[in-house]
């Protein structure tokens, strides 16, 4: 008796008293499940709407590409190096340093921080979208671009077929003079001069292109023989001629007098290769 006694007793007490305790636990942990649901909601939220940026932004890369491509333009770059290359500008307009942050452009819950691709040689005049041809500018900044850059325009031209170390040193005395573009001759133009062609022009393209120094590489109407028509659309500020060339081409010196582009001669030394003195050792 006395234990049940004490059985039926204490359970009461028991009862009594924590029971408050214990609906306020209950109280907490449900505080704490929708405080979790909601918390599990934004996640989920912020994730959708991450996801739906990047499916934005992916898609608008990938137009960007195509419409590239279908306007025959030399060259490409990911979206990372466009996100390295803007890290490397400190997130500023490479003109008038506004910084990122106070340019962003909200929309539909997505924001889009606005530094837009500026091509330092414009498409319209032969650049290519590779990243050595991008400058991040704000867009007052793009849109005032004027017809001169801030830095000079270098050109040289030639076939390069294949591409020596003899090319590297005029690229690379020429890039001293500003943004180097290199005139790239077409394969008929090779055929007619040598009578055969290495590699066609979109791999001589690509293997130039590929070269850091290198900002844009353009095609030429060159069936004149020279490379004038290229020299009339890109309209450089320098003219580099290559070390075996003293004389300047007479059509291309009259586009050069009239354009006010200054012409260089025996720029990157003398002649230390040729590209037919290398096939021709293959042969
Ligand atoms: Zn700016």
């Given amino acids: 008796m006395v234990t049940a006694t004490?059985?039926?007793?204490?359970?009461?007490?028991?009862?009594?008293?924590?029971?408050?305790h214990f609906d306020e636990q209950l109280i907490a942990n449900r505080e704490l499940e929708a405080a979790l649901e909601t918390y599990v909601e934004h996640v989920e939220a912020a994730a959708l709407a991450n996801a739906a940026k990047r499916n934005i932004k992916a898609k608008l890369s990938a137009n960007r590409r195509r419409s590239m491509i279908e306007r025959g333009v030399v060259g490409t770059h990911t979206e990372k190096q466009w996100l390295q290359l803007k890290e490397r500008h400190g997130y500023k307009c490479a003109k008038c340093g506004t910084p990122e942050t106070s340019l962003d452009v909200r929309l539909d819950e997505l924001h889009f921080a606005k530094l837009t691709k500026d091509h330092v040689l414009p498409i319209s005049r032969g650049g290519g979208d590779n990243i050595e041809n991008i400058q991040p500018l704000c867009r007052s900044c793009n849109s005032r671009k004027h017809a001169k850059f801030d830095e000079p325009i270098v050109c040289v031209s030639g076939g390069m077929d294949c591409l020596h170390v003899g090319h590297l040193d005029l690229f690379d005395s020429a890039a001293r003079y500003g943004r180097l573009v290199?005139?790239?001759?077409?394969?008929?133009?090779?055929?007619?001069?040598?009578?055969?062609?290495?590699?066609?022009?979109?791999?001589?393209?690509?293997?130039?292109?590929?070269?850091?120094?290198?900002?844009?590489?353009?095609?030429?109407?060159?069936?004149?023989?020279?490379?004038?028509?290229?020299?009339?659309?890109?309209?450089?500020?320098y003219f580099c001629n290559g070390g075996d060339r003293t004389e300047p081409n007479e059509a291309e010196d009259a586009i050069c007098r009239e354009l006010d582009i200054h012409q260089l001669f025996n720029v990157?030394?003398?002649?230390?290769?040729?590209?037919?003195?290398i096939i021709g050792r293959l042969r």
Avoid: H
């Fill in 268 to 277: 990157g030394g003398g002649k230390t290769r040729s590209s037919s003195e």
């Fill in 182 to 237: 290199v005139i790239l001759n077409s394969d008929e133009f090779l055929i007619r001069k040598k009578g055969y062609r290495f590699m066609p022009w979109q791999d001589r393209a690509r293997v130039i292109l590929a070269l850091n120094i290198v900002t844009a590489v353009t095609p030429v109407d060159d069936a004149d023989g020279t490379v004038s028509e290229a020299l009339r659309r890109v309209r450089p500020d």
């Fill in 6 to 20: 004490r059985k039926r007793g204490r359970p009461r007490a028991v009862r009594e008293e924590p029971q408050p």
